[in-house]
């Protein structure tokens, strides 16, 4: 059985588009792509190169399967920690639009997303990750089909932008299973996740 594990880069505002360069996702005149690159340090590197030594698979959304697949397949190291999963490994993109990839080891999921990747974590033994793809982690987390989520949130606010859980998200309740900072001060946060929210009321003591 498979364990899906998200991670995700999100600035202390929430916003989570196009962390990687400026032309990225401009959707809605986001011009403010990149912004994760000041960042970069050697704890970060090495936290990637951790997580990039467990997948089995990747599940990604459309948009950062296009984005992937328009530059990893270009980078042929053997030796570079990611350009070597994601170019060798099985990739799984749910799209209705999506017909013809041309990255190999690309399979595209045309059936319901709860059917799919229930199907996908029950053939694969490891971890299935999921890379950015907001809108789809989103909406696994609303299927109940998520198992963890490394959360790096770095320390600059973009006050626009495509955010990771805006309103109307499905309520959602995590488990805190390990932290730590980096030298340039981004969060890294591992949480399993539990379930729904429990709910309670801070009562005034009886002699109040």
């Known amino acids: 059985m498979g364990k899906l594990v ?39 590197g090495r936290f990637i190169g951790e997580v990039f030594a467990r997948p089995r698979a990747f599940l990604l959304g459309r948009r950062t399967y296009d984005i992937f697949s328009t530059f990893w397949p270009k980078v042929t190291d053997p030796a570079d920690p990611v350009a070597s999963k994601l170019n060798s490994l099985p990739k799984y993109v749910p799209s209705s639009t999506l017909t013809d990839p041309g990255w190999a080891g690309t399979t595209v999921l045309t059936g319901g997303l709860a059917k799919e ?47 990771l859980f805006p309103e109307g998200a499905v309520p959602t309740a995590f488990r805190h299973a390990g932290e ?11 949480y399993d996740v539990a379930g729904r929210p429990e709910y309670g009321e801070y009562a005034l003591p009886e002699n109040a």
Request: proline fraction near 4%; charged fraction near 20%; charge should be negative.
């Open 180 to 190: 730590s900072v980096t030298s340039t001060g981004v969060s890294i946060r591992t």
């Open 6 to 44: 998200s991670t995700l880069f999100v600035t202390l505002d929430g916003v989570y588009q196009a962390p990687g360069g400026p032309h990225e996702d401009t959707r809605g005149g986001f011009t403010h792509g990149g912004w994760s690159f000041p960042y970069a340090d050697e704890d970060f």
């Open 117 to 163: 990747v229930s199907a996908l974590k029950e053939r694969t033994d490891g971890e299935i990750q999921v890379h950015g793809s907001g809108a789809l982690v989103r909406s696994l987390l609303a299927l109940d089909l998520v198992d963890s989520l490394h959360l790096l949130t770095f320390p600059v606010v973009l006050g626009t932008g495509f955010r």
